[in-house]
């Protein structure tokens, strides 16, 4: 038998870590790090491994399948195609393009022929009712990007490999792999920047994984990091440490941001964040007297309250200290396909509708996911009658998915283009499974715009395509063509831009995801302009990918803005932080109420969101989803390690098992999303063997970050109690919001 050796990279996560297959006889023989990646330096964590698994699990679903009642039936591409296009295209014409919703999950930024065919796909729909996980996830980061950079795609990084210091908030990036901050192997250059005597300081109200290799860690009340972000900013003006040194130059709004920042005082913070003011004065002088630090902070600073208070004052403490743009500091990519000065450039937009229910800003053309289940249940004109699900799983995602699941069972139709039939797709009328991740090529579109390093790299698909399957974007393209013939997206328009538009929608839909790469690598930043005149071809010729060296000075050249600056303040910010100031002060006053707890969620290296606990190697040993207590709130309440507890919120209850725990802050549980695998008609095996409960029937839809619309899924409030046959705990809970909110 001869084995052969082929090179790849892993699309699970923002890792992008170089794969080496070893494959004989047509199978999988080993997984590996690849040494001579340039960008995760022989890197990879247990999921790699698990690639095998999902291509060879029976439970992933390879020919379209159709609902009849509760039957599900194999059919062919055309049947399908055929009558999902019929079928949205019906809703569409009876009640308008927003009656036809999109919801497109995490997976669709990790396949790149997703992020080049949607327009195919949603183009004819002309629909404005689109949702995605950003708004479950890093919509906050987006939008400050938006305001400040007048990009959605600048966002900075830590430069990790030069760094002398990185206060991170709200990150677990030994869990993760890193989040909008592609950094494969974070602990060996964590280790190198500690070797240089380097620091890194943590605030996580739990001691993660990631605590465990910081030098220093600080608990901190869940929600309260706005307070403590605005007190490090208040010093730096108070204590005259801020030096934004070339920044100066094209920043606008330093000075009054210093004004509108002054009430925000440690005193404040140390009160409701429970770190103490001396501590937070310390970490002040630290960060302002590295020669090269960075901010950064992720989704427990995101999916909160105050997520795009949180990112904008990170960003202010990058540029008030000089580190924004500073080697060593929060550095951002030139990748070799550019999605921002290439193209199609997509800067975004705020605000430009709202949704019809609840009145939520849309954001660069989505609505926030948190109001989906409102928009399908409540009658009246726009109402979404249709939803088209991509690569996404919000029954068990997005908050309060006990109410979209009931949503979802009101629909006219449904159809989720996805591999699995899931707790959401299972609502589907049809269920149309695109080929594997090895069964296609692979070049990361979004995740080198957030990469610590530059470097570009081309996978083959690792077997070829089987017969009688479709990749993603032919399923796009093939839907989108027939939408288009149904539904005469261009009728009405004169003659001339009628043909022009038929054009383009013809010329788009022979185009390839290889051919639009190429392209766009020889017009982008490395292409036939550079010296290395970068072509698909040159990268093909490059199995373990082009190093395309360390980070470089970006700004004011790649600013979005007009006149290239950069804008610190706008009303809506400016707004937000005098809210901020009395939201506060009663918080302060606030006493805390009896037995009232604050919900968080972890993850774990061995799972990924919802859709990875099918394969037996990542799910064996012992469970994962159990609710972490600090032993003293056990103790409180006369609960035992490993019982069974109730959970309770305003929107609902479940009983769980719990684990005590030092490692989280008193006051504080933490619970994984992506579990809840029991509900009935889920195909999976495995992870029906290890079902655990879905935090997200827990979570509120009503609790969002207010600009953004972000949802808060982290500091919710709750209680737990020991499970029992009643419901008084929630009724309780209910009974309290109501006197609260009366
Ligand atoms: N409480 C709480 N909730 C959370 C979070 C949290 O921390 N706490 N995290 C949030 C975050 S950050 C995210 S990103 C979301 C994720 O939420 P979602 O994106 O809604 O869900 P996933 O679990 O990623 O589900 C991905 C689905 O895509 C399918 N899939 C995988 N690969 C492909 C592919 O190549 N093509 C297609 N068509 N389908 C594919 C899988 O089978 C799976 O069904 O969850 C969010 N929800
Ligand atoms: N193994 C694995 N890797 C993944 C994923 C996965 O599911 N599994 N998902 C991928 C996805 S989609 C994403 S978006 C990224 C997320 O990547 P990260 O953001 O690095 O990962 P999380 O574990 O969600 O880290 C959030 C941290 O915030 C803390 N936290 C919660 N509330 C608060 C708060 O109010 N304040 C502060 N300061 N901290 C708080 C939590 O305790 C947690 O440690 O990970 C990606 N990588
Ligand atoms: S960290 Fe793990 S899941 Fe993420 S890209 Fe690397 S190997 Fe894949
Ligand atoms: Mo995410």
Same mark, same amino acid.
């Given at each position: 038998m001869t084995e052969q050796i082929h090179y790849g990279a892993c699309n699970l996560c923002e890792a992008i870590c170089g794969l080496e297959f070893h494959v004989g006889d047509g199978r999988i023989k080993a997984i590996r790090g690849d040494q001579r990646d340039?960008?995760?330096?022989?890197?990879?964590?247990?999921?790699?491994?698990?690639?095998?698994?999902?291509?060879?699990?029976?439970?992933?679903?390879?020919?379209?399948?159709?609902?009849?009642?509760?039957?599900?039936?194999?059919?062919?591409?055309?049947?399908?195609?055929?009558?999902?296009?019929?079928?949205?295209?019906?809703?569409?014409?009876?009640?308008?393009?927003?009656?036809?919703?999109?919801?497109?999950?995490?997976?669709?930024?990790?396949?790149?022929?997703? +992020?080049?065919?949607? @327009?195919? &796909?949603?183009?004819?729909?002309?629909? #404005?009712? !689109?949702?995605? *996980?950003?708004?479950?996830?890093?919509l906050p980061h987006q939008l400050v990007?938006?305001?400040?950079?007048?990009?959605?795609?600048?966002?900075?990084?830590?430069?990790?490999?030069?760094?002398?210091?990185?206060?991170?908030?709200?990150?677990?990036? +030994?869990?993760?792999? @890193?989040? &909008?901050?592609?950094?494969?192997?974070? #602990?060996? !250059?964590?280790? *190198?920047?500690?070797?240089?005597?380097?620091?890194?300081?943590?605030?996580d109200p739990r001691r993660t994984e990631t605590a465990e290799v910081a030098d220093e860690h600080h608990f901190i009340r869940p929600g309260a990091d706005a307070a403590l972000l605005?007190?490090?900013?208040?010093?730096?003006?108070?204590?005259?440490?801020?030096?934004?040194? #070339?920044?100066?130059?094209?920043?606008?709004?330093?000075?009054?941001?210093?004004?509108?920042?002054?009430?925000?005082?440690?005193?404040?913070?140390?009160?409701?964040?429970?770190?103490?003011?001396?501590?937070?004065r310390r970490l002040a002088r630290e960060l302002a007297a590295a020669p090269a630090g960075a901010v950064y902070g992720r989704m427990g600073v995101s999916t909160q309250a105050h997520g795009t208070l949180c990112q904008w004052a990170i960003v202010m403490l990058n540029i008030v200290t000089g580190n924004l743009d500073r080697e060593g500091g929060m550095m951002f990519a030139h990748p070799a396909m550019d999605l921002i000065k290439g193209p199609g450039s997509k800067p975004g937009h705020y605000d430009a509708w709202r949704s019809r229910v609840r009145g939520l800003p849309e954001f660069g053309g989505e609505l926030p996911v948190a109001a989906l289940a409102e928009e399908i249940l409540t009658p009246g004109a726009g109402q979404i009658r249709a939803l088209l699900t991509i690569a996404g799983n919000p029954v068990l995602s997005t908050p309060n998915g006990r109410r979209l699941e009931q949503a979802l069972g009101t629909l006219e139709f449904m159809v989720a283009i996805d591999c699995y039939r899931n707790e959401t797709t299972r609502f589907a009328d049809f269920i149309l499974p695109p080929t594997g991740s090895l069964e296609h090529d692979h070049y990361d579109l979004i995740f080198h715009h957030f990469a610590m390093r530059n470097t570009a790299k081309y996978s083959p698909p690792l077997f070829p395509k089987p017969p009688g399957t479709l990749h993603d974007w032919e399923i796009f393209a093939a839907l989108g063509r027939r939408l288009r013939q149904r539904l005469r997206p261009h009728a009405g328009k004169p003659l001339l831009r009628r043909w022009q538009a038929q054009l383009r929608d013809a010329l788009l839909a022979r185009l390839t995801p290889q051919r639009l790469l190429d392209q766009a690598l020889r017009r982008g930043p490395y292409g036939k302009r550079s010296?290395?005149?970068?072509?698909?071809?040159?990268?093909?010729?490059?199995?373990?990918?082009?190093?395309?060296?360390?980070?470089?000075?970006?700004?004011?050249?790649?600013?979005?803005?007009?006149?290239?600056?950069?804008?610190?303040?706008?009303?809506?910010?400016?707004?937000?932080?005098?809210?901020?100031?009395?939201?506060?002060?009663?918080?302060?006053?606030?006493?805390?109420?009896?037995?009232?707890?604050?919900?968080?969620?972890?993850?774990?290296?061995?799972?990924?969101?919802?859709?990875?606990?099918?394969?037996?190697?990542?799910?064996?040993?012992?469970?994962?989803?159990?609710?972490?207590?600090?032993?003293?709130?056990?103790?409180?309440?006369?609960?035992?390690?490993?019982?069974?507890?109730?959970?309770?919120?305003?929107?609902g209850e479940l009983d769980v098992e719990v684990q005590a725990t030092p490692d989280i802050m008193r006051g504080v549980v933490?619970?994984?999303?992506?579990?809840?695998?029991?509900?009935?008609?889920?195909?999976?095996?495995?992870?029906?063997?290890?079902?655990?409960?879905?935090?997200?029937?827990?979570?509120?839809?009503?609790?969002?970050?207010?600009?953004?619309?972000n949802a808060a899924l982290n500091g919710l409030s709750v209680r737990v109690a020991a499970a029992g046959p009643s419901r008084a705990a929630h009724d309780e809970v209910a009974n309290n919001e109501q006197g609260a909110r009366a």
């Amino acid at each position: 038998m001869t084995e052969q050796i082929h090179y790849g990279a892993c699309n699970l996560c923002e890792a992008i870590c170089g794969l080496e297959f070893h494959v004989g006889d047509g199978r999988i023989k080993a997984i590996r790090g690849d040494q001579r990646d340039p960008l995760s330096r022989g890197h990879i964590c247990p999921k790699a491994v698990a690639l095998q698994d999902l291509h060879e699990d029976p439970d992933r679903l390879r020919r379209p399948q159709k609902r009849v009642g509760g039957q599900w039936h194999e059919v062919g591409w055309d049947e399908a195609l055929d009558e999902v296009a019929d079928r949205l295209a019906a809703v569409a014409r009876a009640h308008g393009g927003n009656a036809v919703a999109g919801y497109l999950g995490n997976p669709s930024v990790h396949n790149w022929g997703i +992020m080049t065919h949607s @327009g195919a &796909l949603f183009g004819p729909l002309k629909t #404005r009712s !689109r949702y995605s *996980a950003t708004s479950v996830d890093q919509l906050p980061h987006q939008l400050v990007s938006y305001w400040l950079y007048g990009h959605q795609l600048l966002v900075a990084v830590p430069d990790i490999d030069r760094s002398q210091f990185i206060l991170m908030l709200g990150a677990n990036p +030994m869990a993760s792999n @890193g989040s &909008l901050w592609t950094v494969p192997d974070f #602990r060996k !250059r964590l280790k *190198a920047m500690q070797a240089r005597g380097g620091k890194l300081v943590l605030i996580d109200p739990r001691r993660t994984e990631t605590a465990e290799v910081a030098d220093e860690h600080h608990f901190i009340r869940p929600g309260a990091d706005a307070a403590l972000l605005l007190a490090l900013l208040q010093l730096l003006f108070a204590e005259q440490r801020v030096k934004p040194g #070339r920044l100066a130059d094209f920043t606008d709004g330093l000075e009054e941001a210093g004004r509108l920042v002054a009430p925000f005082t440690p005193e404040r913070a140390a009160a409701v964040s429970g770190i103490a003011a001396d501590d937070i004065r310390r970490l002040a002088r630290e960060l302002a007297a590295a020669p090269a630090g960075a901010v950064y902070g992720r989704m427990g600073v995101s999916t909160q309250a105050h997520g795009t208070l949180c990112q904008w004052a990170i960003v202010m403490l990058n540029i008030v200290t000089g580190n924004l743009d500073r080697e060593g500091g929060m550095m951002f990519a030139h990748p070799a396909m550019d999605l921002i000065k290439g193209p199609g450039s997509k800067p975004g937009h705020y605000d430009a509708w709202r949704s019809r229910v609840r009145g939520l800003p849309e954001f660069g053309g989505e609505l926030p996911v948190a109001a989906l289940a409102e928009e399908i249940l409540t009658p009246g004109a726009g109402q979404i009658r249709a939803l088209l699900t991509i690569a996404g799983n919000p029954v068990l995602s997005t908050p309060n998915g006990r109410r979209l699941e009931q949503a979802l069972g009101t629909l006219e139709f449904m159809v989720a283009i996805d591999c699995y039939r899931n707790e959401t797709t299972r609502f589907a009328d049809f269920i149309l499974p695109p080929t594997g991740s090895l069964e296609h090529d692979h070049y990361d579109l979004i995740f080198h715009h957030f990469a610590m390093r530059n470097t570009a790299k081309y996978s083959p698909p690792l077997f070829p395509k089987p017969p009688g399957t479709l990749h993603d974007w032919e399923i796009f393209a093939a839907l989108g063509r027939r939408l288009r013939q149904r539904l005469r997206p261009h009728a009405g328009k004169p003659l001339l831009r009628r043909w022009q538009a038929q054009l383009r929608d013809a010329l788009l839909a022979r185009l390839t995801p290889q051919r639009l790469l190429d392209q766009a690598l020889r017009r982008g930043p490395y292409g036939k302009r550079s010296p290395l005149r970068l072509s698909l071809n040159k990268l093909r010729a490059a199995p373990h990918g082009i190093d395309l060296g360390p980070l470089r000075a970006a700004l004011p050249r790649r600013l979005h803005t007009k006149g290239r600056r950069i804008a610190a303040l706008n009303d809506a910010l400016r707004a937000e932080l005098r809210r901020y100031d009395g939201a506060l002060a009663e918080q302060q006053a606030r006493a805390p109420r009896e037995g009232e707890l604050w919900l968080i969620g972890r993850r774990h290296v061995r799972s990924n969101n919802s859709w990875m606990h099918n394969a037996q190697r990542l799910v064996k040993g012992k469970p994962r989803h159990q609710l972490f207590m600090h032993p003293d709130d056990l103790a409180g309440r006369g609960l035992a390690d490993g019982q069974t507890v109730r959970i309770a919120s305003r929107v609902g209850e479940l009983d769980v098992e719990v684990q005590a725990t030092p490692d989280i802050m008193r006051g504080v549980v933490s619970l994984p999303h992506g579990w809840g695998h029991a509900r009935p008609g889920v195909q999976a095996r495995i992870a029906r063997e290890h079902a655990g409960q879905s935090v997200n029937d827990l979570t509120d839809e009503r609790e969002l970050d207010r600009l953004s619309g972000n949802a808060a899924l982290n500091g919710l409030s709750v209680r737990v109690a020991a499970a029992g046959p009643s419901r008084a705990a929630h009724d309780e809970v209910a009974n309290n919001e109501q006197g609260a909110r009366a």
